[in-house]
Nanobody, 116 residues
Framework: QVQLVESGGGLVQPGGSLRLSCVASGFFFRYYDMTWYRQAPGKERELVASITYPTDTTNYADSVKGRFAISRDNAKNTVYLQMSSLKPEDTAVYYC?????????WGQGTQVTVSS
C-alpha cells in the first residue's frame, strides 16, 4: 500500500540544523511532485518547499528561502528537507506530500521544535 514515512525531526537550538527524510513506497515515486508542508499549533498548514517532476524545479516559501533546501533521490524513493539557521518560528509538525494527477498522498508528520 501507499506509504510516506517522515523522519529526522526533533529538538534543536536556534541557529541549528536538521535534515528531514521522507521515504515513499507503493507508487512510482519518480513521477510525483514532492512537497514539504508544516503546521504550527493554532495555524493552518503551509507549503514549505516543493520539487516537481520531471525537471526537479524547486519552490520555497519566502520564510525559508536561503535556509532550507529540498532534494530527492529517486533511486531511494526519498525526498529530503535540509533545514539550517533554524528559528523558533520554524517549530511545527512537518508533513511530506506526493501529488500526481488525482493522487494526493500524505505522511503522518514529524515534529520539529526549535527552542533554547
Amino acid at each position: 500500500q501507499v506509504q510516506l514515512v517522515e523522519s529526522g525531526g526533533g529538538l534543536v537550538q536556534p541557529g541549528g540544523s536538521l535534515r528531514l527524510s521522507c521515504v515513499a513506497s507503493g507508487f512510482f515515486f519518480r513521477y510525483y511532485d514532492m512537497t514539504w508542508y508544516r503546521q504550527a499549533p493554532g495555524k493552518e498548514r503551509e507549503l514549505v518547499a516543493s520539487i516537481t517532476y520531471p525537471t526537479d524545479t524547486t519552490n520555497y516559501a519566502d520564510s525559508v528561502k536561503g535556509r532550507f533546501a529540498i532534494s530527492r533521490d529517486n533511486a531511494k524513493n526519498t525526498v529530503y528537507l535540509q533545514m539550517s539557521s533554524l528559528k523558533p518560528e520554524d517549530t511545527a509538525v512537518y508533513y511530506c506530500n506526493a501529488a500526481f494527477a488525482d493522487d494526493d498522498f500524505w505522511g503522518q508528520g514529524t515534529q520539529v521544535t526549535v527552542s533554547s
